[in-house]
Antibody, heavy 125, light 111 residues
Framework: QVQLQQSGPGLVKPSQTLSLTCAISGDSVSSNSVAWNWIRQSPSRGLEWLGR?????????DYAVSVKSRMTINSDTSKNQFYLQLRSVTPEDTAVYYC???????????????WGQGTPLTVSS | QSALAQPASVSGSPGRSITISCTGTSSDIGGYDFVSWYQQHPGQAPKLIIY???KRPSGVSGRFSGSKSANTASLTISRLQAEDEADYFC???????????FGTGTTVIVL
């Protein structure tokens, strides 16, 4: 059974960088049949897909237009983890952040079958 | 990114059936058979219950079924039970620079 365990801060000051970790068990971050995603949820924006990373002979990352200039998603195969970095956060980034397993570009689909427990984030000074 | 449109709430009595709609465009629901549905209980992460329009993951009750017509997808819950009271979200692949989109969410109320 795949399990995703998230870790990271619950409070970040405006203009700072948010860093989150998602530890994978029961699968491999370098599997070429899945992608590793970050999704957030807030009352104002609902569920919002942020981006993904996946391996298919080399590493790829895709990002939502709304965060592309501020976000980096990467991975560490030795730790079987993947990460989110969101720079220059504002109060609008306040949300619950989830990591989730999904489908890579070369495997057609749009679904997320395993989710982390969620990390509530507040951006405030 | 504009979300897929869902009714805010749907209610039904135990044992009856309800249907939740999810309306998009030809760039998402109407153009691809990559519609998924998620159930979310308070304080929990979403749970995948339908993928590729009408497929159920292993372990998901057969009371949940999905369908699609033109730009609208639907989730039907048959033989409604108290435990089905939750929020439900649809999702779809979208042919844009942002690869996919979720619905606005529907609260199911079991009367």
């Amino acid at each position: 059974q795949v399990q995703l365990q998230q870790s990271g801060p619950g409070l970040v000051k405006p203009s700072q960088t948010l860093s989150l970790t998602c530890a994978i068990s029961g699968d491999s971050v370098s599997s070429n049949s899945v992608a590793w995603n970050w999704i957030r949820q807030s009352p104002s924006r609902g569920l919002e897909w942020l981006g993904r990373t996946y391996y298919n002979s080399k590493w790829y990352s895709d990002y939502a237009v709304s965060v592309k200039s501020r976000m980096t998603i990467n991975s560490d195969t030795s730790k079987n983890q993947f990460y989110l970095q969101l720079r220059s956060v504002t109060p609008e980034d306040t949300a619950v952040y989830y990591c989730a397993r999904g489908v890579p570009a070369h495997v057609h689909g749009w679904d997320f079958d395993f989710w982390g427990q969620g990390t509530p984030l507040t951006v405030s000074s | 990114q504009s979300a897929l449109a869902q009714p805010a709430s749907v209610s039904g009595s135990p044992g009856r059936s309800i249907t939740i709609s999810c309306t998009g465009t030809s760039s998402d629901i109407g153009g691809y058979d990559f519609v998924s549905w998620y159930q979310q209980h308070p304080g929990q992460a979403p749970k995948l219950i339908i993928y590729d329009v009408n497929k159920r993951p292993s372990g998901v009750s057969g009371r949940f079924s999905g369908s699609k017509s033109a730009n609208t997808a639907s989730l039907t819950i048959s033989r409604l039970q108290a435990e089905d009271e939750a929020d439900y979200f649809c999702g779809s692949y979208r042919s844009s620079s942002t690869l996919g989109v979720f619905g606005t969410g529907t609260t199911v109320i079991v009367l």
